[in-house]
């Protein structure tokens, strides 16, 4: 257990830094964009992450909201004892989570939408003459034809705005005195916190991938661009109001330090 508060001091560490929480949507596009001009330039070798059947894209990207939820929620919920805040606020941040559930489907479901409408079926390029008489994406892939319409990047969406999440909702452990919890609450939190900065390594890993691998680059950009947006328009717009769910609660005493 000593090694566990060992790594979770040093990620505590990290996030007190300013600069990193500040820049980190900054960090999503400039990999965008590098990515995508490496990928254009035919820069980057293929690897076992250049097929969309690798084990990371398969067990965790595919179904990465539902990774960020089963770890964030009961995080949430625990951290809320260490606050010793009222119902209220656990409800105000439970809120958050549906806040953030909605974007993720409003913009997944859009993206899908988007390509429908603007697609074509092909048989195997877009240089070929359209299949007009497949008018759906489903019937078109099976009929073993290629659709092609403006494919708005979904990985680069919710790997960007998932770790976003994550980073704001996890803050406040950089403030969570622990010394007065008992040993399996605090060894649950410890577990969670580790394994929430775990998929955010997965999450910014698999960005990476997508970024010199799938898609093109301005696909990429508009998914990456709409993950920051759903992030910045909450909590550094709507959150900062009165009637939202509000910030995740963050300690101003200098007093209040997380011990081991």
């Not at 929480?21 to 990515?35: D, E, H, K, T, Y």
């Not at 429908?116 to 079926?121: A, L, M, P, Q, R």
Request: charged share 15%.
């Amino acid at each position: 257990m000593e090694a566990l508060s060992v790594i979770v001091d040093k990620l505590v560490a990290l996030w007190r830094i300013p600069v990193v929480r500040q820049n980190l949507a900054w960090i999503f596009v400039l990999i965008s964009v590098v990515g995508s001009l490496l990928k254009e330039l035919d820069l980057v070798p293929e690897t076992y992450f250049s097929s969309s059947g690798n084990f990371l894209n398969v067990w965790f990207v595919k179904v990465s909201w539902g990774w960020t939820l089963l770890l964030l929620t009961p995080f949430l919920v625990l951290s809320h004892s260490s606050f010793n805040q009222n119902v209220s606020f656990l409800v105000r941040r439970l809120a958050s989570l549906a806040v953030a559930t909605a974007i993720w489907y409003i913009c997944t479901e859009t993206f899908f939408y988007i390509e429908e409408v603007t697609g074509s079926c092909f048989e195997s390029g877009a240089t070929d003459v359209p299949k007009k008489e497949f008018t759906s994406k489903i019937a078109c892939r099976r009929a073993g034809f290629s659709w092609l319409g403006i494919d708005i990047s979904g990985h680069s969406f919710i790997l960007s705005y998932s770790a976003l999440f994550i980073m704001e909702e996890t803050f406040p452990m950089t403030f969570i005195n622990t010394a007065s919890h008992s040993k399996g609450p605090k060894l649950a939190l410890d577990l969670l916190y580790v394994a929430l900065n775990l998929i955010m390594i997965i999450w910014l890993f698999m960005f990476v991938c997508t970024s010199v691998y799938f898609h093109i680059m301005w696909h990429k950009l508009l998914g990456t661009l709409c993950g920051v947006l759903g992030w910045y328009l909450t909590y550094r717009i709507w959150y900062e109001k009165p009637w939202s769910p509000g910030l995740p609660q963050q300690y101003h005493s200098k007093k209040q330090k997380r011990h081991a």
